[in-house]
């Protein structure tokens, strides 16, 4: 496991103009060769993907911190200001410097950034709350705007969050799940460190970042000289207990899976996280990872396969759908188009995911 990166404040706030390339995709071809083409991607014919045979609804809901009314989580000041509350997040001192978890240490404001794991996103509304194991006419808004799908984060590190460069999942204690293969990178030493502060963490699921994208562990962070393989590993530390919800965050770490890693690049993957809870809809997952999709149903054969999925029975994905353009569907694929383009139409995606076509 890495040791914790650790900067400066005057690099965080050097000039925003500095010029910096915007990461672009240097994948490994299908034999594993990094020569800058895009993977090469087979989507062989297979039988169904079987559905796990235990049936488990999905979890309840966290309760909302304090009786906080969603609708006022539409509000970002209100959502950030809850947010910060939730996390304990502001500074003893001065009360307006913020917590970052990664970088472990109080920062200005104007470098934080408090930002939602699922990003809210119209096309894939109703797809969410059906992913959760709630119905396509229920508001996407309590997964949307729950404090739980919240995170504050030093914006520079946020920013590949969001984007799906990195993932959050949780620190395995026996450390299973380093992901120490040398295709994630070697840390690099002499990084600036600040003036040590206090992190003690308070009790909570330990939490790290982990790169999806090993292709890109020699990219840079924006403005600092941090390569993305130091990022990755670096486990996050918390001023309270409040933790995301780990639904969402497994979420996004498959989904980037799914789309994003051919087989071979997904591998390194493997039993990285496993959860023993039921917290998606399988039949969804599945329709998504099917051939003439976005996704190598390989990758989820060998590396998802049931892992945190609860099965639905099967009935509903089944039922026939008219979509908006007047094709016929099933109730899964519909939710699995609605998936696809809202991950790929979401502002946060720099470029497509490689060795891949939109075909929803």
Same mark, same amino acid.
């Given at each position: 496991? =890495? ?6 404040? #005057?690099?965080? &706030? ?17 034999? %594993?060769?990094?020569? %800058? ?5 087979? #989507? ?5 993907? $079987?559905?796990?045979? =235990? ?17 006022? /989580? ?9 947010? *910060?509350?939730?996390? #304990? ?35 894939? +509304? %109703? ?18 705007? +729950? ?27 026996? %450390?299973?799940? &380093?992901?120490?293969? $040398? ?11 600040? &003036? ?6 308070? *009790?909570? &699921? ?22 993305? +393989? ?9 001023? #309270? ?13 498959? *989904?980037?899976? /799914?789309?994003? /890693? ?67 569907? *099933? ?12 991950? /790929? ?5 720099? =470029?497509? $995911? ?7």
């Amino acid at each position: 496991m =890495s040791s914790t990166p650790r900067i400066v404040i #005057s690099r965080l &706030t050097s000039d925003a103009s500095t010029t910096t390339d915007t990461p672009t995709n240097s994948p490994s071809t299908g034999n %594993g060769d990094s020569d %800058g083409q895009a993977s090469t991607i087979s #989507s062989p014919t297979l039988a169904p993907l $079987p559905l796990s045979p =235990s049936k488990v609804p999905p979890l309840s809901l966290s309760p909302p911190l304090n009786d906080i009314n969603l609708e006022d /989580l539409n509000d970002i000041d209100t959502f950030k200001s809850s947010l *910060t509350k939730a996390y #304990s997040a502001a500074s003893p001192t001065n009360n307006t410097d913020l917590w970052c978890p990664f970088f472990k240490q109080y920062l200005p404001p104007t470098l934080i950034s408090h930002f939602r794991i699922i990003t809210p996103n119209k096309y894939y +509304s %109703g797809a969410i709350s059906y992913l959760f194991g709630g119905s396509v006419t229920d508001d996407a808004d309590i997964h949307f705007n +729950s404090l739980q799908n919240g995170m504050i984060m030093a914006k520079s590190i946020a920013d590949l969050v969001v984007s799906g460069d990195f993932a959050i999942i949780p620190n395995q204690p026996d %450390g299973e799940n &380093t992901l120490t293969h $040398p295709i994630f990178g070697s840390k690099p030493e002499n990084i600036p460190s600040p &003036t040590p502060q206090n992190t003690e963490e308070a *009790t909570g &699921t330990p939490l790290k970042l982990v790169l999806m994208k090993p292709h890109h562990s020699t990219q840079k962070v924006p403005h600092l000289n941090l390569p993305y +393989s130091s990022v990755h590993n670096t486990p996050l530390v918390f001023k #309270s207990s409040f933790r995301p919800d780990l639904r969402y965050c497994y979420f996004r770490y498959i *989904t980037t899976i /799914l789309i994003w /890693l051919n087989l071979k690049e997904a591998m390194y993957f493997k039993n990285a996280w496993r959860p023993a809870q039921k917290w998606l809809r399988e039949s969804l997952i599945v329709e998504m990872a099917g051939p003439e999709r976005l996704s190598n149903p390989e990758v989820y054969a060998e590396i998802i396969s049931g892992d945190g999925l609860f099965d639905d029975g099967g009935e509903d994905a089944n039922v026939v759908v008219k979509m908006d353009n007047g094709w016929e569907t *099933t109730r899964a694929g519909q939710m699995a188009a609605q998936l696809e383009w809202g991950l /790929l139409t979401a502002p946060d995606y720099k =470029s497509s $995911p490689h060795g891949h076509e939109l075909r929803v």
